[in-house]
């Protein structure tokens, strides 16, 4: 959702999510000489209906009034202000309203003047939205400040009660719950998974075949152990290995509801498929997608969403993409398959609706598409890239000026040919944390496949 303040000296417009609301600040030039920066009081209605304000917190103070900050503390911004134009709210709860009142401060940080209050009233989205899409997603160790703040340098098992993982998955795995939940008797669930380890959920998914629901899981099954040529010690296929021993664990492999189908030929993918689709009795269709793995280390210690759809076309597509995958096709049949469900498109001819593309694909067209979409944007652009910025993009935004869309481009590892910000083209680069001196990274490392040091943020 999209708010903006009454327009004056100062005006505050604000993105909100389900968790976290994005503020930007804009202004009167006057009204920043000697401005220090803005003091932000948070104000709203508990559930219980108990009113609260309180003064928001911040890492950031002035050295005249704290010579010697404690790492990590945080400090009141009434006199140790928010120094930015643009701020966040991490701390925000699902469908709740909420007025933050900004106060400027100017002049000296030992002698601060405070100028007038502006505020601005906001809503954050519900976790669940009825026939629509509803999205959540976990901290993961990628937020590695705060946790480190709430639960010091300890492995999330080392803390009583489950309570750091709780805070980790910040609703993804008990979202992932609900979804299997709805698959009763005389339904069906069909899954397409990577990794598929994680105890909780796999026993989840056995306890919705004990009540009758059919399942038809697709797991990664290739054969690809190895002999480590550093080590010089073997490497057990995985996820295979691990995924199986998962299995049986749970007893999946011993329910006469479930049927589990190995993936096996193309041994050199990386299969990242995490999706589920249920088709109630009625005939009702229900999606479930997202970049989570079904694993310890894809739902608690890297970054990653989960995706619930309750959109019949979108999810049928996914099914005809399920029934590909079943029968364990080749390359080439796989890549014919996708664009007979979805052909190629182009910025000139995209339909109405959800538009479902699924890769391989026979060519680079729809990176293309991507990229011309990406370079489209009129206000504002954002994206991710996981491994390398490829030249499509390069091209697409090397012709932006300083009056393009501001575009942003959010990186798992850096790339030092793209400056943080590029003035000229109007694009911002962010860049995940290297978290390799944290001794919280050590149980990320351990909790996940490919094993690097830059965290997914």
């Known amino acids: 959702m999209r708010f903006k303040s009454v327009p004056g000296t100062f005006q505050l ?4 999510g389900t968790h976290t609301i994005a503020f930007a600040v804009d202004c009167n030039d006057d009204a920043m000489t000697d401005l220090l920066g803005f003091t932000v009081d948070k104000e709203y209605n508990k559930p219980t209906g108990e009113h609260i304000k309180v003064t928001v917190m911040g890492f950031k103070v002035f050295q005249e009034r704290v010579e010697n900050p404690v790492p990590g503390a945080l400090y009141s911004t009434y006199d140790n202000p928010i120094q930015s134009f643009t701020w966040e709210d991490f701390t925000a709860d699902p469908g709740t309203k909420y007025t933050y009142h900004f106060t400027p401060l100017y002049d000296k940080p030992q002698n601060i003047r405070r100028g007038p209050e502006f505020k601005i009233d906001v809503e954050t989205e519900p976790l669940y939205k009825l026939n629509d899409h509803s999205v959540f997603f976990n901290r993961g160790v990628a937020s590695s400040q705060a946790y480190t703040n709430k639960f010091g340098n300890k492995a999330p098992e080392k803390i009583p009660d489950g309570k750091a993982f709780d805070w980790l998955s910040r609703g993804l795995k008990e979202a992932m719950i609900v979804f299997i939940d709805k698959a009763g008797a005389g339904d069906s669930l069909h899954g397409c998974f990577y990794e598929f380890s994680n105890d909780e959920i796999l026993n989840q998914f056995r306890t919705a075949a004990d009540r009758g629901a059919k399942l038809h899981i697709i797991y ?3 054969d690809n152990a190895h002999l480590d040529s550093k080590t010089g010690k073997m490497v057990e296929s995985f996820p295979k290995e691990e995924s199986e021993r998962s299995i049986k664990i749970a007893k999946l492999d011993q329910s006469a509801n479930v049927t589990l189908i190995p993936r096996q030929r193309n041994k050199s993918y990386l299969s990242h498929n995490k999706f589920m689709v249920i088709i109630k009795a009625d005939g009702t269709k229900l999606l479930w997608t997202g970049s989570t793995n079904l694993s310890d280390g894809g739902i608690f210690g890297q970054s990653n969403v989960g995706h619930y759809v ?15 995958l079943k029968d ?3 390359a080439a049949g796989l890549k014919t398959g996708n664009e007979n469900i979805q052909k190629n498109i182009t910025i000139n001819n995209i339909p109405d609706g959800v538009t479902t593309l699924f890769s391989p694909r026979k060519n680079l067209e729809s990176l293309q598409f991507y990229a011309d979409l990406l370079d489209s944007a009129k206000s504002c652009g954002c994206i991710t890239f996981a491994f390398s910025v490829h030249p499509f993009f390069e091209k697409a935004l090397s012709d932006n000026d300083d009056k393009s869309a501001l575009t942003f481009i959010l990186l798992e590892k850096n790339d030092e040919d793209i400056s943080d910000y590029v003035y000229k083209n109007n694009i911002v680069k962010a860049v ?3 978290l390799s001196k944290n001794p919280v990274y050590k149980w990320v490392k351990e909790t996940n496949t490919v094993i690097s040091i830059l965290i997914r943020m």
């Open 220 to 222: 990664d099954a290739k």
């Open 13 to 16: 417009f604000a993105v909100t």
């Open 310 to 324: 309750e959109n019949t076309t979108v999810s049928e597509q996914y099914m005809k993409y399920w029934n590909e």
């Open 328 to 330: 364990d096709p080749d």
């Open 432 to 434: 995940g944390s290297d």
